[in-house]
């Protein structure tokens, strides 16, 4: 045999043994808990995943795989409220990968955690929150109240909710089907909300596009800031609400929804910007400001 052959199969023997090893180690999960239907459930991982998906039984039913570095997956409580909590030895830094699968009643209340995780909900109808420090967030339910946030990943939304919060430091934001309040945050990254009878939304990012696509109520109050990227508002009909648009270094695009506009210009010491403003008879106020970039507001 020669010898490049030789190397390529003692790689391939060793690569083929370092994985039959790492699966080894890590320990299946197979665990059940009975659960009532509106119960509280709150579940934390360190680094992998953890995903919950809603089925037709008061129960829970705990799948997936544990790390070698896990010390313990600890499950404490009762059928009203329930805690999963994977555990570590302390001073350990690094781990592989814990995977987390839940199964639980639709209509509990469920608080999830992330570390270095990935957090995937789908078909709850209890209020839900999910935070993770490095990760993306996935949300499919039908909650009336909703909170998700990353502090490194993208957050995506799509829920019925009558709140809606939603953060992310360093990702993108996207809403779908949320009604009510909407707030939604992010430092850098694009915020994307998609609402239906709005009353009060605010948005912010300091280096992102935001869009609101929306049907607001009459007496609406939406606040959308950003200091450099494109604001953009598309909705039905806006309002008779106090309208205060500002951009200081960009454009307000010309709207049918803008009667008056003549792309007025106004100094803010050295700069120039573009601003329109206009009373309503109602109680609220639509209001969208761009330290640097472009405002539109179209008809949808």
């Given at each position: 045999?020669?010898?490049?052959?030789?190397?390529?199969?003692?790689?391939?023997?060793?690569?083929?043994?370092a994985s039959a090893g790492a699966a080894d180690r890590e320990r299946p999960i197979d665990e059940r808990r009975p659960l009532k239907a509106d119960a509280r459930v709150e579940v934390s991982n360190v680094a992998g995943e953890i995903t919950v998906e809603a089925w037709d039984r008061n129960e829970l039913?705990?799948?997936?795989?544990?790390?070698?570095?896990?010390?313990?997956?600890?499950?404490?409580?009762?059928?009203?409220?329930?805690?999963?909590?994977?555990?570590?030895?302390?001073?350990?830094?690094?781990?592989?990968?814990?995977?987390?699968?839940?199964?639980?009643?639709?209509?509990?209340?469920?608080?999830?955690?992330?570390?270095?995780?990935?957090?995937?909900?789908?078909?709850?109808?209890?209020?839900?929150?999910?935070?993770?420090?490095?990760?993306?967030?996935?949300?499919?339910?039908?909650?009336?109240?909703?909170?998700?946030?990353?502090?490194?990943?993208?957050?995506?939304?799509?829920?019925?909710?009558?709140?809606?919060?939603?953060?992310?430091?360093?990702?993108?934001?996207?809403?779908?089907?949320?009604?009510?309040?909407?707030?939604?945050?992010?430092?850098?990254?694009?915020?994307?909300?998609?609402?239906?009878?709005?009353?009060?939304?605010?948005?912010?990012?300091?280096?992102?596009?935001?869009?609101?696509?929306?049907?607001?109520?009459?007496?609406?109050?939406?606040?959308?800031?950003?200091?450099?990227?494109?604001?953009?508002?598309?909705?039905?009909?806006?309002?008779?609400?106090?309208?205060?648009?500002?951009?200081?270094?960009?454009?307000?695009?010309?709207?049918?929804l803008l009667p008056g506009f003549m792309g007025r210009r106004h100094s803010h010491d050295d700069d120039e910007g573009r601003e329109y403003s206009r009373e309503g008879k109602g109680s609220g106020r639509v209001r969208l400001h761009s330290f640097s970039g472009d405002i539109v507001v179209r008809k949808?």
């Amino acid at each position: 045999m020669n010898q490049p052959l030789t190397l390529i199969l003692t790689l391939g023997l060793a690569l083929g043994a370092a994985s039959a090893g790492a699966a080894d180690r890590e320990r299946p999960i197979d665990e059940r808990r009975p659960l009532k239907a509106d119960a509280r459930v709150e579940v934390s991982n360190v680094a992998g995943e953890i995903t919950v998906e809603a089925w037709d039984r008061n129960e829970l039913h705990l799948t997936g795989t544990l790390s070698e570095q896990v010390e313990k997956l600890e499950i404490t409580g009762n059928e009203a409220r329930l805690k999963i909590e994977v555990k570590l030895p302390k001073r350990t830094r690094n781990t592989e990968d814990t995977i987390l699968r839940l199964k639980v009643p639709a209509g509990i209340t469920l608080e999830a955690d992330g570390v270095s995780a990935d957090i995937t909900v789908r078909g709850i109808r209890g209020d839900t929150e999910a935070s993770t420090v490095s990760g993306d967030v996935e949300l499919d339910v039908g909650s009336k109240n909703v909170e998700a946030r990353s502090v490194s990943g993208d957050v995506t939304v799509r829920a019925p909710a009558a709140v809606t919060r939603v953060e992310s430091v360093s990702g993108d934001v996207t809403v779908r089907g949320a009604r009510g309040e909407v707030r939604g945050e992010t430092v850098s990254g694009d915020v994307e909300v998609q609402a239906q009878a709005a009353r009060r939304i605010q948005l912010k990012s300091v280096s992102g596009d935001l869009e609101l696509d929306a049907d607001l109520a009459a007496d609406a109050e939406v606040e959308a800031q950003t200091m450099s990227g494109d604001v953009r508002l598309s909705v039905p009909r806006l309002p008779d609400v106090d309208i205060d648009l500002e951009t200081y270094s960009g454009e307000i695009a010309r709207s049918e929804l803008l009667p008056g506009f003549m792309g007025r210009r106004h100094s803010h010491d050295d700069d120039e910007g573009r601003e329109y403003s206009r009373e309503g008879k109602g109680s609220g106020r639509v209001r969208l400001h761009s330290f640097s970039g472009d405002i539109v507001v179209r008809k949808k």
